[in-house]
T-cell receptor, first 113, second 115 residues
Framework: DQQVKQNSPSLSVQEGRISILNCDYTNSMFDYFLWYKKYPAEGPTFLISISSIKDKNEDGRFTVFLNKSAKHLSLHIVPSQPGDSAVYFC????????????FGKGTLLTVNP | EAEVAQSPRYKITEKSQAVAFWCDPI?????LYWYRQILGQGPELLVQ????????DSQLPKDRFSAERLKGVDSTLKIQPAELGDSAMYLCASSLDLEGNYGYTFGSGTRLTVV
């Protein structure tokens, strides 16, 4: 049973436009959420995170929004750049789970010049 | 910038053979994780260490997989015997402590192909 779902396997956007990557979760015990970026043949790189006590966190071009009632979070990248092309993983953790991360399947973002 | 070192980067092995992966976490990081990422899936935790102790190995197939972190520093993950379904990327990550560094640092991984 997938507790973290990324329902879009891929997304293609034009350079300079906004990229919106979505993630849904089912486990109401999750209280911390993270986004990772992964290039082929490399390990995931941490991008941005958000605690369940917040509904928005911003870091430069990256903003994560959390809607707890809908069990939904999204990552906004503005403006998108070709170097942002990668697989993006949503991950979640629950207090008391020893901070184990549960990942979604990932979304391949392609930013076209 | 400090890195999590993993070796080898790539490994091809025949089914039923033994294979081992090595990970050296960032110096001072007490917590070490081994994740497995099957193509098209997200990473899944296999085992988590706090210093030399196993914190979580509930998803580790213990009939064929073993992991150790004898001195609480580097770690080895072993598969014996390897099966075709073990083909995946094996990722090591480390963090400063159980409560810290949610953005824990991943290594570049070992890509295992079992033929």
């Amino acid at each position: 049973d997938q507790q973290v779902k990324q329902n879009s396997p891929s997304l293609s956007v034009q350079e300079g436009r906004i990229s919106i990557l979505n993630c849904d979760y089912t486990n109401s015990m999750f209280d911390y959420f993270l986004w990772y970026k992964k290039y082929p043949a490399e390990g995931p790189t941490f991008l941005i995170s958000i605690s369940s006590i917040k509904d928005k966190n911003e870091d430069g071009r990256f903003t994560v929004f959390l809607n707890k009632s809908a069990k939904h979070l999204s990552l906004h990248i503005v403006p998108s750049q070709p170097g942002d092309s990668a697989v993006y993983f949503c991950a979640a953790s629950a207090m008391g789970s020893n901070y184990k991360l549960t990942f979604g399947k990932g979304t391949l973002l392609t930013v076209n010049p | 910038e400090a890195e999590v070192a993993q070796s080898p980067r790539y490994k091809i092995t025949e089914k039923s053979q033994a294979v081992a992966f090595w990970c050296d976490p960032i110096s001072g990081h007490a917590t070490l994780y081994w994740y497995r990422q099957i193509l098209g899936q997200g990473p899944e935790l296999l085992v988590q260490f706090q210093d030399e102790s196993v914190v979580d190995d509930s998803q580790l197939p213990k009939d064929r997989f073993s992991a150790e972190r004898l001195k609480g520093v580097d770690s080895t993950l072993k598969i014996q015997p390897a099966e075709l379904g073990d083909s995946a990327m094996y990722l090591c990550a480390s963090s400063l402590d159980l409560e810290g560094n949610y953005g824990y640092t991943f290594g570049s991984g070992t890509r295992l192909t079992v033929v």
